[in-house]
């Protein structure tokens, strides 16, 4: 089925490891963009690419990674995750007349 | 630095009532406005979508407006029904990514 998928879905992991969150979608769209959720804070963007091999950072980039070496995929790697990176990260695509389609989300807690 | 306001920030109306959303932002130099909604747990799900040449947006029993000029744009959403209990979120498009409000808290009772 079209879309946009995001897995896993929930992750628990611990102070330091390292952590990858994976985005795909369907629809060919050239910009892709990584956005976490917290209480109080709202929906925050952390980084987006334009297409493949181009990437920006967002409002929210510190201690986060992107790559995407593929125009289906956007995975988001936290080096060494902390505490304060336990929030629900969202992925989303834009088509060609800029409107934004949300994946499911990840939901990550870091001990 | 673009800021998105939603007011209020919960709303309970009963069953059928005809209901208004409000969002503001406070620079109108946008690209477009888009609502979103999202239910608890869930990801988002875009309802509509206004180009900043557009004055609104009809979907359903959605209307959406926007008022570049005064940085306003209002959701109004006909006959209430318990189906639409959720979080309304405005988010405005300023360079490429989107700019989000905190969300309003719609609870619809039967």
Known sequence: DAGI??????????????VTLMCHQTW????????????G????LIYYSAAADITDKGEVPDG?????SKTENFPLTLESATRSQTSVYFCAS?????EQYFGPGTRLTVT | ?????????????????????NCSFTDSAIYNLQW?????????????????????????????????????????????????????????EAGTALIFGKGT??????
């Open chain 1, 5 to 18: 998928t995001q897995s896993p879905r929930y992750k628990i992991t611990e102070t330091g490891r390292q």
């Open chain 1, 28 to 39: 060919s769209h050239s910009y892709m963009f990584w956005y976490r959720q917290d209480l």
């Open chain 1, 41 to 44: 804070h709202g929906l925050r």
């Open chain 1, 64 to 68: 986060y990674v992107v790559s995407r």
């Open chain 1, 94 to 98: 834009s088509s060609r007349n800029h």
């Open chain 2, 1 to 21: 630095k673009q800021e998105v306001t939603q007011i209020p920030a919960a709303l309970s109306v009963p069953e059928g009532e005809n209901l208004v959303l």
């Open chain 2, 36 to 92: 979103f909604r999202q239910d608890p747990g869930k990801g988002l799900t875009s309802l509509l979508l206004i180009q900043s040449s557009q004055r609104e947006q009809t979907s359903g029993r959605l209307n959406a407006s926007l008022d570049k000029s005064s940085g306003r744009s209002t959701l109004y959403i006909a006959a209430s029904q318990p189906g639409d209990s959720a979080t309304y979120l405005c988010a405005v």
């Open chain 2, 105 to 110: 808290t719609l609870s619809v009772s039967s």
